[in-house]
């Protein structure tokens, strides 16, 4: 199969689907990354954060074959027309005539602005024309962001089991270790464990990430 992965910052790829894309690349499937943004601008002026430096050790330790990095505003992508992120997805299906038989995106109800903004392109992006109409679309959830919207939440119903895959997933956000934060920050390695066997005892395996399914055609 062909993979589709947005991310709107680098390391939302290894939170959300780290596993995931782990497992999926070790089954044989192409993978492919669409990152927007540096993903640390908006904290430091001198952007000293530049995770894409990072982006290439992270695809090798996942098995993502290839990757494109954005510089849209980080955390301002709500300034940016829709049409321009869409055309930057638009433009990589064409462009590497790269249509996928699944696409990860983020959660249109994360609180982080940037997430919702891909997502909306995304779905905008792969909306219901012929050539699309064989794409499964699934949205993963970004600890920190995603259960930090008190209106809308996540909602899960479909499930990747990682348990062989989680210390690729460790490994990699590893190399994010400046974004890792002490327990009790959703964003600390012990949650994000805990968040894998959560969701690992909700579908019957030993951990698993969850995604919520935004389209598919049966």
């Not at 462009?95 to 990860?104: A, L």
């Not at 919702?116 to 959830?141: N, P």
Request: with cysteine; glycine share 6%; hydrophobic share 35%.
């Amino acid at each position: 199969m062909k993979i589709l992965v947005l991310a709107a910052h680098p390391d939302d790829e290894t939170l959300g689907c780290g596993g995931t894309i782990a497992r999926l690349s070790a089954e044989g499937n192409e993978i492919k990354l669409i990152t927007f943004t540096d993903g640390g601008s908006a904290r430091f002026d001198d952007n000293k954060d530049d995770r894409r430096d990072t982006l290439g050790q992270v695809c090798g330790i996942l098995g993502i074959k290839e990757w494109v990095s954005h510089d849209f505003p980080d955390n301002k992508m709500d300034q940016v027309p829709i049409l321009e992120v869409t055309k930057k997805i638009e433009k990589f299906v064409d462009e590497n005539n790269f249509v996928p038989d699944i696409v990860f995106t983020h959660s249109p109800y994360c609180l982080n602005v940037d997430h919702r903004i891909v997502c909306q392109a995304t779905l905008t992006a792969f909306r219901g024309l012929e050539r699309f109409s064989g794409i499964k679309i699934l949205a993963y959830e970004v600890p920190s962001s995603s259960e930090w919207n008190p209106i809308k939440q996540f909602m899960p119903n479909t499930y990747f089991n990682i348990s062989n895959y989680n210390e690729k997933k460790f490994e990699a956000l590893s190399v994010y270790n400046s974004e890792m934060r002490q327990h009790p920050h959703p964003r600390s390695y012990d949650n994000c464990d805990r968040l894998a066997l959560v969701a690992g005892s909700e579908s019957g395996v030993e951990r698993a990430e969850r995604f919520m399914l935004l389209r598919e055609v049966l």
